[in-house]
């Protein structure tokens, strides 16, 4: 069982569609992250969760829409999408967001790969 | 703002031999943590090795060792006896130790890395 699972792998939505992606970890990490990664553009952090709460948002359009119920379990909720939404978003956890602690590894999903029509 | 550059989109290296991926990194800061993640086809991103900005001794991780030179912003990755295994994207990325969260990372946009059996 890999210690990061994101479903589903593939979703294809139009773009007046409403659907999320299921982030679950079993690192028994606090923290939570959702990335975006494009064709040759470079990964970008979307939204941090720590202990539940998020902490960031690095000014991601409100058509996307973060849950976190639990320091184990990460949605991100869809709407009304853009082509240009099209990507593979990545999910990773940490033992904590808070930058003194831990090593600073991340530990990513296998990500699910978005195509918006 | 801090950028991370790999140069080399693609590289190509015989199974057994050695190679080098690129990168260099654009900072004013003094302290930072630079990273190379390895994403395979289809598989998760992993943490291949770590290099904090103060050490002076270059890290190395098994057949993994990188060539930090701080005053030229470069951070390179040499992998010695190649394996079909390493055949990945490799991500070099940036974390600055100021401000931020773990998850804050600035990556560059990967070097395709294939091997030749």
């Known amino acids: 069982e890999t210690g990061v699972t994101q479903t589903p792998r593939h979703l294809v939505m139009g773009m007046t569609n409403k659907k999320s992606l299921k982030c679950e970890q079993h690192l028994g990490h606090n923290a939570m992250y959702w990335y975006k990664q494009s064709a040759k553009k470079p990964l970008e952090l979307m939204f941090v969760y720590n202990f539940k709460e998020q902490t960031e948002n690095n000014s991601v359009p409100s058509r996307f829409s973060p849950e976190c119920p639990n320091s184990s379990h990460l949605f991100l909720h869809l709407h009304t999408l853009q082509p240009e939404d099209s990507a593979l978003y990545l999910c990773?956890?940490?033992?904590?967001?808070?930058?003194?602690?831990?090593?600073?590894?991340?530990?990513f999903g296998e990500g699910s790969r978005l195509t918006v029509l | 703002a801090q950028t991370v550059t790999q140069s080399q989109p693609e590289m190509s290296v015989q199974e057994a031999e050695t190679v080098t991926l690129s990168c260099t990194y654009d900072t004013s800061e003094s302290d930072y943590y630079l990273f190379w993640y390895k994403q395979p086809p289809s598989r998760q991103m992993i943490l291949v090795i770590r290099q904090e900005a103060y050490k002076q001794q270059n890290a190395t991780e098994n057949r993994f060792s990188v060539n930090f030179q701080k005053a030229a912003k470069s951070f390179s990755l040499k992998i010695s006896d190649s394996q079909l295994g390493d055949a990945a994207m490799y991500f070099c990325?940036?974390?600055?130790?100021?401000?931020?969260?773990?998850?804050?990372?600035?990556f560059g946009k990967g070097t395709k890395l294939s091997v030749k059996p």
């Open positions: 990325a940036y974390r600055s130790e100021y401000g931020g969260s773990q998850g804050n990372l600035i």
């Open positions: 990773a956890s940490s033992q904590s967001a808070a930058r003194e602690s831990g090593n600073g590894e991340l530990f």
